[in-house]
């Protein structure tokens, strides 16, 4: 991903947003979500990050954006461990299913296998079921961890899962 990608990578996970959680998160947040601000968002994390963060884009024969990734080391507080996270993966509505999901993940998982970290983890929304699915079958499973997060007030818990990269 390049800084000129910032504003098509906003405008995929602004409307991943606002298709994959409808009904899941309080319509009123997907509503308010704003592409211009996201953009600004990821031109400053990749501008001035310090670089641990990868962003992937995956592009259509024809060069348009289907679908964003973006992972790096795991996240727990201020404890550093050797695993990674897939801090998001969305897709534009119209190529979900036709096999861009799939692409990048199996980038992220084989970049992180590459650079030996034992497992790496994700976080998805309990109640999306679709996306659940997607991950177990790239060989993901949820380990029993569970958070809340909060969206305009309303608790929609998240599940963990992880992928063991080792062997």
Not at 80 to 104: M, Q, V
């Amino acid at each position: 991903m390049t800084v000129d990608d910032c504003a098509r990578v906003a405008e995929i996970r602004v409307r991943g947003w606002q298709h994959a959680y409808r009904g899941l998160v309080p319509q009123s947040y997907l509503d308010g979500l704003d592409v211009a601000a996201d953009a600004a968002r990821h031109r400053t994390r990749l501008l001035e990050g310090d670089g641990s963060a990868v962003n992937l884009v995956a592009e259509t024969d024809g060069g348009e954006l289907a679908g964003w990734a973006a992972f790096g080391p795991y996240r727990d507080g201020d404890r550093r461990t050797g695993d990674a996270e897939l801090y998001a993966l969305y897709l534009r509505p119209e190529r979900i299913g036709r096999g861009f999901g799939r692409t990048l993940l199996t980038e992220v998982v084989h970049r992180c296998a590459a650079a030996g970290h034992p497992r790496v983890y994700l976080w998805v929304l309990r109640d999306n079921t679709g996306a659940r699915r997607f991950y177990e079958r790239a060989g993901f499973a949820a380990d029993g961890a569970e958070e809340p997060f909060e969206v305009d007030g309303v608790e929609v818990p998240e599940l963990r899962y992880v992928r063991d990269l080792a062997g």
